[in-house]
């Protein structure tokens, strides 16, 4: 680690991005513990508890010298940690936004080692939300503290750090943005930029989600004359209907091609199913859950006609056919500019600090990008941060130990070449 950024200083372009490029050098290892603590507070959502974590979080940036930190909430248990640092001279403001809860750790039998612990074996950091996203949270939170240090610079840095992103939002980006609290030029959203690899794209799109249920009716009777008068089972009318829709409705979706998105919206069905009461009833009711992840210019009135289109031909085709939908809710995709300046910061930056340079490329589910670009209209770097996606929501997830320090120069010398454009 101590020779992870050795000669990073004849890549960059100021004295200020000098200065902060040492004082996360000489971090390295304050940043990667940082992220342990932040591993070893638990804010598992659902149930959803960000109060201890958030403590952790203001305290760090007190020690750092960031003061100008609130603490933002409609429930008490359910904090944002919004921070800025303020230049001496009129500019832009960068903010960077990352999630402090997590998803719960699922079956602890799968995990070789304590979820809560952070734990290195190899070149790893084992724990859970190290790469989704507290090592992000540590590098932004280090990231802020660089800019502290500076004598003078244009423009301004802020951080939000949300609650609730596992769990829909509510009580985190969405009720920011609702409130009036997301203020930028731009945003850069830290969740793992790597999908094969790690640091592997900075994402200028995230997809969308559209999630419902279908409800597929049938006879409810007693089963042992199922065969004698006449009746639909309901679990198998939905068995059916369920592979019929996997199969056809994406060819239903009113779609346009996007270059980011080669594989165009995601059709999942059966993310949940459940069906009849018990032994002895003849099923009367069956339904399926399902999640379509969206890009950008897929309307919720337009996927809502297409899925009513698709059930009403497969009634055609099935008389004995009776489903409903019940729709659930749609975020929809964003997508910022590739000729955004901050995009060609974190690729130049990144290339310095990483040796290579990360394509462009899109998020494959959603982020907070959802409610801080169309709520409140701040244009979103989808995700960008260490990790690696395929790991996050899995036993073991883990990460390379180096991670968070880069990601802590990153984004500082990227602020820092952002503000200073003319």
């Known amino acids: 680690m101590d020779e992870l950024f050795a000669g990073i200083e004849n890549s960059l372009n100021s004295v200020n991005e000098i200065k902060v490029a040492n004082f996360i050098r000489e971090r390295q290892r304050e940043i ?3 992220t342990c603590d932040l591993i070893r507070t638990p804010s598992i959502n659902p149930p959803g508890d960000e109060r201890e974590v958030s403590a952790v979080i203001c305290q760090r940036l007190d020690q750092l010298g960031v003061k100008d930190v609130q603490l933002l909430a409609c429930d008490v248990t359910r904090p944002n940690v919004v921070a800025q640092v303020v230049g001496d001279k009129p500019g832009k403001r960068i903010m960077f936004s990352g999630h402090i809860d997590t998803k719960p750790p699922g079956d602890l039998s799968q995990w070789k080692t304590n979820p809560l612990e952070a734990v290195v074996q190899g070149d790893q950091l084992i724990g859970l939300g190290s790469g989704d996203m507290k090592a992000a949270v540590a590098a932004m939170v280090y990231a802020a503290a660089a800019l502290k240090t500076l004598d003078s610079f244009p423009g301004e840095i802020a951080l939000a750090l949300t609650a609730d992103e596992e769990n829909g939002s509510v009580y985190g980006s969405k009720w920011l943005a609702d409130q ?9 959203i830290g969740e793992p930029g790597g999908i094969f690899t790690e640091w592997e794209s900075v994402h200028l799109v995230s997809r969308g989600a559209a999630l419902f249920k279908v409800v597929v009716f049938g006879t409810q009777m007693h089963s042992s004359i199922s065969d004698q008068l006449p009746a639909v089972n309901a679990t198998l009318k939905m068995a ?6 996997q199969n056809e409705l994406k ?7 996007h270059p980011l998105c080669k594989f165009g919206p995601t ?3 059966g993310v949940t199913a459940k069906s009849g009461v018990t032994y002895g009833v003849f099923p009367g009711r069956a339904e399926f859950a399902c999640d379509i992840r969206t890009v950008p210019g897929m309307t919720e009135d337009q996927v809502k006609k297409d899925i009513l289109k698709f059930l009403s031909d497969a009634k055609k085709s099935d008389p004995e056919l009776n489903a409903e939908l019940e729709w659930n809710l749609m975020v929809g995709a964003t997508e910022i500019s590739m000729d955004d300046p901050v995009v060609s910061c974190l690729q130049q930056i990144s290339k310095h600090v990483l040796g290579t340079t990360p394509k462009l490329d899109a998020f494959p589910g959603a982020t907070d990008a959802a ?23 899995s036993p073991n997830e883990n990460m390379h130990v180096n991670g968070a320090a880069q990601a802590a120069m990153i984004y500082a010398l990227a602020a820092v070449r952002y503000l200073e454009q003319k």
């Open 251 to 257: 060819s239903y979706l009113t779609f346009v091609d």
């Open 180 to 188: 009036g609290h997301i203020k930028a030029d731009v945003c850069v």
């Open 32 to 34: 990667f513990e940082f």
């Open 267 to 269: 059709v999942n069905i």
């Open 371 to 393: 409610y801080i670009q169309t709520a409140a209209g701040v244009p979103c770097i989808a995700s960008f941060g260490p990790g690696f996606l395929p790991r996050a929501h």
């Open 240 to 245: 059916a209907l369920a592979i019929k829709m």
